[in-house]
């Protein structure tokens, strides 16, 4: 007893004072504790930690000629798409579940990210080759559950399949049938026929080389090969086909019904010129080939650094030489169109008109076949169409690594914010308690003692 009252006289206070005093309170400090603990529980959980989460989703992305980085209507594909306005908008629209998800609200937060999951090195440069596999990340923040981001994402990652399909159906496969209708000439519009012809087997082959001549695509409830939807355009516009129509044209020089006599002596003269500028510079290259030879002839140990310049020299002037060729054969034709026969002489340069004394040919005849090659193309390119879109829809898709989003957390630990504020909270509330009651019992000692006495007599 003496040493507990020396230690209270040294020290001021005892831990088992402390004690005492926290006991007779135990309840008020045990309630507060639990309280506080609630609070910061419900807190951490309701309002920091969603905030803190991150819903990632991982997906592959595949669609005909997808390495190329292009739309099928040959617009740029940026990754970057899956988190533009337009994407992740038209995501909410696709399901009435994300009606209430506060979309705008995301974007204008920059919630949303996405990278691509794979890079492979390419061999020409130091160019990365984009692999088709992609991670789209949100901030959870939004999202009343895991399943909800999860579908979300989801929807996100499938904007790109009904981008491509769209392209697809809405792109314009007939620019040469366009071009076809616009020209002056009938020379321009075989060369148009021509052009479409070659542009739908170019497509075909594409198809091929991606899935294989014996892939089938069925139309009307009917199935074929690409290989077959592919022989029926070599069908069309055959070579035999378009020289006929040429040699008729170049014979008769048939004059298209936009096509004027004013406008065709501007043509003829823009002609002339072109193939009298192509003369100078020919005759400028074969100058200096003939320098070339007078060198090599002196020293023939050059032949490593002149064997090259001859022929890029001799390619020139060939390109050159089959131009004009093509140029005089324009020009019988446009003098046909006005009745003139045109002669020419390659090495004098000379020129030669008379009228035209044969009889023309059958003009509406020859209308006529251009026509049905052109109604046949028209229709080749419709079917084209139709392929294109049903092969589109069936191979292009995307395929998720996880059915779930990933759930990538920064947030607290619910657990250990319970258990501390539990402690924090008690020692302090014991604190507070062993100080109102000293407060008292000092305040009490201060002062002074009552006098229990009666007065005196």
Known sequence: MQEEEQEVKEGGVTFGEIVRVVLKKIWYVLGASALCTIIAVLLVHFVINPGAVTYATTFTVQYPNRETLQYPDGTEFNYQDFISEEFLLAAKQSDEKFADLDVEGMIAKDAFSVGIASLEKVQDGEKLEDTGTYTISVKGGKFESKQLASQYLRAVGEQIILRVNESVAKFDNGVNLTAYENARTFSEKIDRLVAQKD???????????AYGENYEVTLAQTGRTIRSYRSEVELAMDSLTEQVLRSDLANNGYRGPTE????VRITIQELKEERSENRRIIAALQSRLDDLYTIYKADSSSSSTLVPQFEAFHTQIATLTTRNEQINTELIIRYASIGQDYRYDAVTDTEELSELTEERGDQAAFEKRLKEQYDLLAELTETYHSVAVKLYATESQVRFT?????????GVSVAL?????FVVVFLLGSVVVYAVDCSKRNKAASQPPQDTEGPEA
């Open 417 to 421: 914010v319970a258990v501390a504020t």
């Open 402 to 410: 996880t059915m779930q989003a990933v759930t990538e957390s920064a």
């Open 199 to 209: 542009y739908l087997l170019s497509r075909y082959d594409n198809f091929i080389t």
């Open 260 to 263: 004027g006599e004013d406008l």
